[in-house]
């Protein structure tokens, strides 16, 4: 595995200096050549500066910019030599072959993808990723396009995600992917990271960005989840009416309130309940007569 090398490049400015300086240098040669030439001399000083300025346009060609939060990957004939990553008119040798590589942070949304979760409900999803580039020679060198990398391995794991949890659950204990957002959020990203950590790509986020159930199920699994709920909310309140109901009965038997047999508790339970589980309120009668009439 190609693993990221700094390189120390120099300073863009003071080669430019330099270089400028040759280029007059050789300037004045040819020119001080051609008047030799036309005295009926020698055409070395002509040739010395022809060569001059060549080279200095050549090693001109070893100028190059770095723009905040990017790196330029070098390479010498095939061969990785470096990245450059600070910023600044940057110069190094005219043969290397230099690569820019964005280190900013980006973020792309995944197309919707039609899924069965771990019912085999069909659902849509589609999620939302923040990434960026950690190591320039991974992301140059291990992979053929780490772009399209990127959005690749984000679909798979995705689906792979999808498939691992139901699209609702009545049990708060049973993670969902609508109602554990945080929990599904996290899942999401260690999943992404584990298969984008060969391409030098750091994962920051990843949200889900769409979620439903596929138009074909959609009215029946409405109605299913609306019978769900209702069922639950049924069993909460049935719990709690008996709890209700058991610490009545408790309390009057311990505070000697009153004496009830077995028929008159059965009446006040069912009385209880019927208060206590009605969806709408109940009318009160009062008794003006004795206990058992």
Same mark, same amino acid.
Request: charge should be neutral.
């Given at each position: 595995?190609?693993?990221?090398?700094?390189?120390?490049?120099?300073?863009?400015?003071?080669m430019?200096?330099?270089?400028?300086?040759?280029?007059?240098?050789?300037?004045?040669?040819?020119?001080?050549?051609?008047?030799?030439?036309?005295?009926g001399?020698?055409?070395?000083?002509?040739?010395?500066?022809?060569?001059?300025?060549?080279?200095?346009?050549?090693l001109?060609?070893?100028?190059?910019?770095?723009?905040?939060?990017?790196? %330029?990957?070098?390479?010498?004939?095939?061969?990785?030599?470096?990245?450059?990553?600070?910023?600044?008119?940057?110069?190094?040798?005219?043969?290397?072959?230099?690569?820019r590589?964005?280190? %900013? /942070?980006?973020?792309?949304?995944?197309?919707?993808?039609?899924?069965?979760?771990?019912?085999?409900?069909?659902?849509?999803?589609?999620?939302? /990723?923040?990434?960026?580039?950690?190591?320039?020679?991974?992301?140059?060198?291990?992979?053929?396009?780490?772009?399209?990398?990127?959005?690749?391995?984000?679909?798979?794991?995705?689906?792979?995600?999808?498939?691992?949890?139901?699209?609702?659950a009545?049990?708060?204990?049973?993670?969902?992917?609508?109602?554990?957002?945080?929990?599904?959020?996290?899942?999401?990203?260690?999943?992404?990271?584990? %298969?984008?950590?060969?391409?030098?790509?750091d994962?920051?986020?990843?949200?889900?960005?769409?979620?439903?159930?596929?138009?074909?199920?959609?009215?029946?699994?409405?109605? %299913?989840?609306?019978?769900?709920?209702?069922?639950?909310?049924?069993?909460?309140?049935?719990?709690?009416? /008996?709890?209700?109901?058991?610490?009545?009965?408790?309390?009057?038997?311990?505070?000697?309130?009153?004496?009830?047999?077995?028929?008159?508790?059965?009446?006040?339970?069912?009385?209880?309940?019927?208060?206590?589980?009605s969806?709408?309120?109940?009318?009160?009668? /009062?008794?003006?007569g004795?206990?058992?009439?």
């Amino acid at each position: 595995m190609i693993q990221e090398k700094a390189f120390r490049a120099r300073s863009g400015w003071s080669m430019l200096v330099v270089l400028l300086v040759g280029l007059v240098a050789a300037i004045w040669l040819m020119r001080a050549g051609m008047r030799v030439i036309d005295e009926g001399g020698s055409g070395m000083l002509l040739t010395v500066g022809l060569l001059a300025g060549l080279l200095d346009l050549f090693l001109m060609g070893g100028l190059f910019i770095v723009n905040p939060n990017e790196g %330029r990957v070098l390479q010498l004939f095939g061969k990785y030599v470096g990245t450059v990553k600070e910023p600044g008119l940057r110069w190094a040798n005219p043969l290397y072959w230099k690569r820019r590589v964005s280190l %900013r /942070v980006r973020n792309f949304e995944s197309g919707r993808l039609k899924v069965n979760d771990l019912d085999g409900n069909p659902i849509e999803i589609a999620a939302v /990723v923040v990434w960026k580039v950690v190591d320039t020679a991974e992301a140059m060198f291990e992979v053929d396009d780490y772009q399209n990398y990127v959005h690749v391995q984000t679909e798979s794991a995705l689906r792979n995600m999808a498939t691992s949890y139901p699209y609702d659950a009545h049990d708060d204990a049973v993670l969902s992917l609508r109602g554990h957002t945080s929990a599904i959020a996290d899942h999401l990203r260690k999943e992404i990271q584990d %298969r984008l950590s060969k391409a030098g790509v750091d994962v920051i986020e990843a949200r889900i960005s769409h979620l439903a159930y596929a138009q074909e199920i959609a009215a029946a699994m409405l109605q %299913r989840q609306q019978a769900g709920a209702i069922i639950a909310a049924r069993q909460r309140i049935v719990e709690g009416a /008996v709890g209700m109901v058991e610490m009545a009965l408790d309390r009057l038997a311990r505070n000697n309130i009153v004496d009830l047999d077995e028929e008159r508790k059965a009446a006040m339970v069912s009385n209880l309940l019927v208060v206590l589980c009605s969806e709408r309120s109940t009318q009160p009668i /009062v008794n003006a007569g004795t206990l058992h009439h």
